[in-house]
């Protein structure tokens, strides 16, 4: 099994991937390189690598082939920097055979860009303590990192052919008559869901990984090991019959979400049933993530953030100034709730009951207001939950449509009918 260093042949410098240039350059000499130009710059180690640890089989020793050093990385690393020489290291004999991812999306945003993205996200998080990232040099670590992912593409077939009702009331003269209209909807077609990734690295925290998503797969290129060369990168250690569940919920909370899109007047309830999932295929891919380590020292906790690689979405859980959040709730709601009695005052609507609807649905909007700020900081929002089923929507340019819908009125009937007491 080999380790790979790509020499510059004018310096002698590495030679790396640059998510800036979207080329390969030497740091030293300033050369650039192609793809087809850098494979052939390829230093192989002379020694053969040896497994250090028999007993459990978690790491591996590698000998740099640059300054000879011994590299200890964990089993599933397959690129990384020697750190005596800090040469790019790629362990290419782990990526052999069934190893050997099939596509690569490129860094597109480099080390300085990816703080500046996490730098502005921060600033616009204004719940956070005051002592909260004040100071830069707390960034422990810092890493692009090509993490593993299994790709999935199927087709879901739609066939829904159902009644429905819906009752309603309205005021008739005298009378409240209540109607009841009877429909049926149909829908029937197809749906692709392509690409979607599911992270297959036990270690990694599966949520702050994902939660970078969406990739446009467009600028997916067929997978070439020395585009691992200046990062981090980890091979696959999950099969894909461990993730066959997180992808059924997946395709049908999309199907879900496509057919629910198509009822724009009246609806029924959609089920799983209402879908037969086509035999899927997978594809093996590696995806760029800067990893992230945050060391706040006012609370001596350490915080973790992922930012997509090739757009510079940010993510992470992030510490709420409680105090801080709910006066800003009530500076928010209370103005509004004081607007509105006023306006009930000034019209002589206001009463007993209105100012009781109107003082519940402020505290209901202040509930909700606080709510949706701790899911964001704590990534619970349902962003993050649904994250597959965005990245499907993103894949598919939101433009998925049922390619038959029709909803047929069955006719509508008075089932009750009351005499309005007058006062």
């Known amino acids: 099994m080999a380790t790979v260093i790509y020499k510059c042949k004018n310096c002698g410098g590495p030679v790396k991937y640059s998510a800036t240039l979207g080329k390969f350059n030497c740091e030293y000499c300033n050369t650039v390189y192609s793809e087809d130009e850098v494979k052939a710059l390829t230093l192989l180690s002379e020694r053969e690598d040896v497994v250090v640890d028999a007993v459990n089989g978690d790491y591996v020793e590698y ?8 590299i200890v990385t964990d089993e599933t690393t397959v690129a990384t920097n020697c750190y005596y020489c800090n040469n790019p290291i790629v362990m290419s004999g782990k990526l052999e055979s069934s190893q050997m991812p099939t596509k690569v999306i490129p860094f597109r945003v480099d080390k300085k860009k990816a703080l500046e993205s996490f730098e502005s996200w921060i600033k616009t998080k204004k719940f956070v303590p005051k002592s909260f990232f004040n100071d830069k040099q707390e960034i422990e670590e810092i890493n692009g990192v090509y993490f593993p992912y299994w790709l999935y593409n199927t087709n879901v077939l739609v066939d ?18 209540t109607y009841r209209k009877d429909f049926r909807i149909v829908r029937k077609g197809d749906i692709d869901v392509k690409n979607l990734p599911k992270l297959a690295l036990a270690k990694s925290n599966k949520v702050l990984v994902e939660s970078v998503y969406p990739f446009d797969f467009n600028n997916a290129i067929n997978f070439d090991s020395s585009y691992l060369s200046g990062f981090v990168a980890e091979k696959k250690d999950i099969e894909k019959e461990a993730l066959m569940n997180s992808i059924e919920d997946d395709v049908y909370k999309y199907s879900t979400k496509v057919v629910r899109d198509s009822m724009t007047g009246e609806s029924v309830n959609v089920v799983n049933n209402d879908f037969t999932v086509g035999q899927g295929s997978f594809e093996y891919a590696m995806l760029p993530v800067w990893a992230i380590s945050y060391n706040d020292k006012d609370s001596n906790k350490h915080f973790f953030f992922s930012v997509n690689g090739q757009t510079g979405k940010v993510v992470g859980k992030l510490p709420i100034d409680n105090a801080k959040l709910y006066l800003s ?10 607007i509105i009695n006023a306006i009930l005052y000034f019209t002589g609507n206001l009463q ?22 701790h899911s964001d900081y704590n990534m619970t929002s349902s962003g993050v939950v649904n994250r597959g089923v965005n990245q499907i929507d993103f894949n598919n340019n939101y433009a998925e449509k049922i390619e038959y819908c029709k909803d047929i009125d069955l006719g509508t009937r008075v089932i009750s009918r009351s005499r309005i007491e007058r006062k």
Request: with cysteine; charged share 15%.
């Open 63 to 70: 000998h740099c082939p640059s300054c000879g050093a011994n």
């Open 160 to 177: 829904i052919d159902r009644e429905g009702s819906r009752t309603y009331t309205r005021t008739e003269g005298d009378y409240r008559v």
């Open 329 to 338: 709730g009530l500076m928010a709601i209370l103005p509004l709730f004081l």
């Open 352 to 373: 007993t009951g209105t100012f009781l609807i109107a003082l519940v649905g402020s505290i209901i909007a202040y509930l909700l207001y606080v709510h949706k700020v």
